[in-house]
């Protein structure tokens, strides 16, 4: 069946410096999106992307697309504590017919301030 | 998320007894999920449910049931036969197409 890696699992970064989490699907996917989930809280979504190569932005936050739509990363500048959570992909292959999303395992950021 | 309720917040089970968690959403989605999600770890699919009296076993269904009765409810009952059940138990809906899927604040189960 598909699978969803996220990498890595954990990262600690001092407050302001950059963080990355990297998200690679086995198979092809028609969607990829995104969600936060702060300690002792529910995910909430924070964005999608469809088209292989795209790239979103939310004030520090950069969402990429792989041009194969295969992988996806997501980027913050210059963290801070409020970053603080786990982050989880979540793609739909291409020959999913009811639109299933499969989670991956997430990152989770820690801040110190 | 607003739209989505789940209780009770947090639940006691005892031996070989079986528990259900509620979810209720008023956001006229037809598609519901359970997930549970160990300390540290991510979302693993129990049920999910892509339409009135139908719905289908996740990964790990295995010691659990549900029902769907109602487009606005879904709820899990943990059975006697899961014998791990501590978790942190989310419940999602979501509308069609390529939308998002919506979270209810979860249930915390553990075992007396």
């Known amino acids: 069946g598909q699978q969803v890696m996220q990498i890595p699992q954990y990262q600690h970064v001092q407050e302001g410096e950059d963080f990355t989490t990297y998200c690679n699907s086995s198979t092809t996917l028609s969607n990829i999106q995104w969600y936060k989930q702060r300690p002792g809280g529910h995910p909430v979504f924070l964005i999608q992307?469809?088209?292989?190569?795209e790239v979103k932005k939310q004030k520090r936050l950069t969402f990429q697309f792989g041009e194969a739509k295969k992988n996806s990363s997501l980027h913050i500048t210059a963290t801070q504590t409020t970053d603080v959570g786990t982050y989880f992909c979540a793609g739909t292959p291409n020959n999913n017919a009811g639109n299933m999303l499969t989670f991956g395992g997430g990152t989770r950021l820690m801040v110190k301030p | 998320d607003g739209g989505i309720t789940q209780s009770p917040k947090y639940l006691f089970r005892k031996e070989g007894q079986n528990v259900t968690l509620s979810c209720e959403q008023n956001l006229n989605h037809d598609a519901m999920y359970w997930y549970r999600q160990d300390p540290g770890q991510g979302l693993r699919l129990i049920y999910y449910s892509q339409i009135v009296n139908d719905f289908q076993k996740g990964d790990i269904a295995e010691g659990y049931s549900v029902s769907r009765e109602k487009k606005e409810s879904f709820p899990l009952t943990v059975t006697s036969a899961q014998k791990n059940p501590t978790a942190f138990y989310l419940c999602a809906s979501k509308g069609q197409g390529y939308q998002p899927q919506h979270f209810g604040d979860g249930t915390r189960l553990s075992i007396l």
């Open positions: 992307l469809v088209k292989s190569g």
